[in-house]
C-alpha cells in the first residue's frame, strides 16, 4: 500500500509540474544579426532574446515574422519546445504570457552521448576598439576527418563586461550540456555570437545592441497530445 501511495504521488507531482508552469523572464537583449544565405549573399536583421540571468535552462528567440507580429520559440532544456506569434504593439506592454497546450512540444536532448566530443575552452582576451573582453569557444575533441564528417562547426562567444550577474547564454543544447558538467567559463551576456561552419566560414555573427531589464511570466501547460520535438544536434 505504501508503495501504491508513493507511485501516485510521484505520479501527481509529475503531472503538476507539467499541467502548468511558469517561466519567470527578466532580461531582453536585442542583437544585430548577420547571416550567411546559401547563394553567399548577407542577411542582416535584428533579433531579440528574453533570458533569465539567474537560470539559463531556458530561453525564448525573437524575430520579426511581418509587420504586425514577431515569432518566438522557447527552449526549455529536457522540458518543453514551443513556437507562437505575439502582437507587436501587445507585446511591448504585456507582461504575462499564456501558451495553450496544443502550441507545446516535449523537448528531449536525445544526442546527449555525443556532448563527450566536446569541451568549451576559455580564450585569450580579445580587443575590440581598444577594450578587453573575455572569450571562450566550443572545441570538437576527436580529430579533422571525423570534424568533417560530422560537419562540426564552432562558436565563439566574446562577453560583455559588467554582465557578471548574468549566468552564461549557451543556447546550443549539447554545449549547454557541456557547460553543466564543467562551468568553467566566467558569467556574463554575450557581447558578440560567431558561428563557423566546419569549413571555417563564418555563417552566423549576432553583435549585442542593448540590454533592458523587463519583467515577464511565461505560463505553460502539459502537451495536449504526447508530441516529441527530436532534437538533432
Not at 556532448?115 to 570538437?140: C, F, P, R
Request: overall charge positive.
Amino acid at each position: 500500500m505504501l508503495r501504491l501511495i508513493l507511485v501516485l504521488l510521484a505520479l501527481f507531482m509529475s503531472y503538476s509540474f507539467y499541467a502548468q508552469q511558469s517561466l519567470n523572464f527578466n532580461m531582453l537583449l536585442t542583437y544585430e544579426c548577420k547571416f550567411v544565405n546559401q547563394d553567399s549573399t548577407l542577411r542582416t536583421e535584428t533579433r531579440y532574446k528574453l533570458t533569465n540571468s539567474k537560470d539559463n535552462s531556458y530561453f525564448i528567440d525573437i524575430k520579426n515574422l511581418d509587420s504586425l507580429n514577431y515569432h518566438l520559440t522557447l527552449k526549455y532544456f529536457d522540458h518543453i519546445l514551443t513556437e507562437f506569434k505575439v502582437d507587436k504593439e501587445n507585446f511591448k506592454t504585456v507582461n504575462r504570457l499564456n501558451i495553450e497546450c496544443d502550441l507545446i512540444f516535449n523537448y528531449k536532448h536525445n544526442f546527449k552521448n555525443v556532448a563527450k566530443d566536446y569541451s568549451i575552452v576559455n580564450k585569450e582576451d580579445t580587443l575590440i576598439n581598444n577594450i578587453k573582453y573575455k572569450q571562450y569557444q566550443s572545441k570538437y575533441l576527436r580529430g579533422k576527418k571525423s570534424r568533417l564528417k560530422k560537419k562540426a562547426g564552432q562558436i565563439t562567444y566574446i562577453i560583455e563586461n559588467n554582465t557578471e550577474y548574468h549566468l552564461p547564454i549557451i543556447s546550443h543544447p549539447t554545449l549547454n550540456l557541456v557547460w553543466k558538467l564543467k562551468k568553467n567559463v566566467p558569467n556574463g551576456i554575450f557581447k558578440e555570437f560567431i558561428f563557423k561552419d566546419y569549413l571555417g566560414k563564418i555563417i552566423n555573427h549576432y553583435t549585442l545592441l542593448k540590454i533592458e531589464k523587463i519583467n515577464l511570466i511565461v505560463n505553460t501547460e502539459k502537451p495536449c497530445h504526447p508530441k516529441n520535438y527530436n532534437n538533432s544536434y
